[in-house]
């Protein structure tokens, strides 16, 4: 039987292909330019082009402050400009620390303008909604984008931790697709499989971007994880020749919406390493497997 896990570029809206498995720069606080530069070449080189970004990143996670991540791309790109035509730029907004969220006009053009200046870029590839303002309406965060993308700040626009129903509310006001959304979705967090969000974005040609497609490292670690699905995990793991962590990106690549995995480690060893996962053959038998170790319960 052929193996389900798709290892091929995919396609956000008009942009140039991605790779099936992306950089996520979440954890990319390291003030060492020249270190930071390594990371970002050694994603590049390992095939992972679409680079995420967001203006919140430095916020946590032994960050300085907001803006953080952002200005530090932006360093490494000053002092690497071609890197810069070697990827696929994405960056969320609408997380304003502490109210927690604003999409009105005011503030999404200010935070796209501020993405803008920190990362030293003329234009975002993929700009994305971080989490829904639920006292913005939908309408206004759609004129807003679409101003946005006129006025060449933007390509193409996508969304993260968004309901299918919020997804269609947005989608209702825009004149041009939504082309990703962005869930947390894993072996050990199958709720995107059950909620409707993957289903919507098969419906609307719309690319998930998994993030924390190793639930924050613990099915690399097994710290927190089920027993039975740690024992799932590792008994395809010895059949393949490869490591737990490579199982669990396979897996989220053998989806058919055909996610991307962002990829989050901050060690080029394990940035290079996880594109083992791309030649990881898994087929029904397998996926289901690991999906009812999963939710502890056989399926009906």
């Known amino acids: 039987m052929s193996s389900l896990v798709n290892a091929g570029s995919r396609q956000l809206g008009e942009l140039a292909p991605v790779g099936a498995l992306g950089f996520g720069l979440w954890r990319f606080t390291d003030p060492d330019i020249a270190a930071s530069q390594q990371l970002l070449e050694t994603a590049l080189d390992a095939g992972m082009n679409l680079v995420d970004n967001a203006d919140v990143y430095g916020f946590d996670w032994g960050g300085t402050g907001f803006g953080q991540v952002e200005e530090n791309l ?3 790109l000053a002092a ?8 696929v730029l994405a960056t969320k907004g609408g997380i304003v620390p502490p109210i927690p969220y604003d999409s009105s006009p005011t503030a999404l053009r200010d ?3 501020a993405s803008l200046q920190r990362m030293g870029v003329d234009v975002i ?3 994305q909604i971080h989490r829904p303002d639920m006292y913005t309406h939908p309408a206004d965060v759609a004129a807003t984008l679409t101003a946005l993308r006129d006025s060449g700040k933007i390509r193409e626009v996508g969304v993260s931790n968004h309901t299918p129903a919020q997804v269609a509310a947005l989608q209702a006001h825009l004149p041009f697709p939504i082309v990703a959304n962005q869930p947390e ?6 709720a995107p499989m059950r ?3 993957l289903d919507q974005c098969m419906e609307r040609n719309i690319v998930p971007l998994a993030w924390s497609p190793l639930a924050g490292g613990s099915l690399a670690t097994g710290d927190g994880v089920a027993a039975d699905l740690l024992a799932t995990l590792d008994g395809l793991a010895a059949r393949e020749g490869v490591e ?5 990106l396979a897996f989220v690549l053998a989806h058919p919406s055909a996610p991307i995995a962002i990829i989050g480690s901050q060690n080029p060893r394990r940035i290079a390493d996880s594109t083992t996962a791309l030649g990881v053959s898994l087929d029904r038998a397998d ?3 690991i999906v009812q170790a999963s939710e502890g319960a056989p399926l009906p």
């Open 74 to 76: 932006g360093r490494v």
């Open 80 to 87: 690497a400009p071609h890197l810069r035509d070697r990827m």
């Open 111 to 113: 935070a796209c303008d």
């Open 125 to 127: 590839d993929l700009y």
């Open 185 to 190: 979705f894993s072996a050990a967090n199958l």
């Open 195 to 197: 909620d409707g969000t």
């Open 244 to 248: 737990r962590s490579h199982i669990a």
């Open 287 to 289: 996926v289901y497997a």
